[in-house]
């Protein structure tokens, strides 16, 4: 069983969005992620295709900004978790 490991989700300009409770976390390689986990992640049109794309496209960026080269190899952090409290916006 997982700790209990609670965290602030914010937009991009730092504004708290909400609180959410970890529920699992793997490493995995790049290649491994599946449509399940792409479509949980909640972002596009769900598919595992554009999970793809769209993470390469990042992690290019990412690597780039790091001197390190993107890999189908590469290991990603795959979070799953729940929202515990709705924060009010303003």
Not at 48 to 65: I, M, P
Request: aromatic content about 12%; hydrophobic content about 40%.
């Amino acid at each position: 069983m997982m700790p209990e490991c609670v965290g602030i989700v914010t937009n991009w300009d730092g504004l708290p969005l909400c609180i959410i409770e970890t529920t699992e976390v793997n490493v995995i390689a790049f290649q491994d992620v599946n449509e399940g986990f792409a479509a949980d992640e909640g972002e596009g049109d769900l598919s595992l295709e554009y999970w793809k794309d769209s993470h390469w496209a990042y992690f290019g960026c990412v690597c780039q900004d790091l001197e390190q080269e993107r890999s189908l190899e590469m290991q990603v952090v795959c979070e799953r978790f729940q929202m515990v409290f709705p924060l009010p916006k303003g």
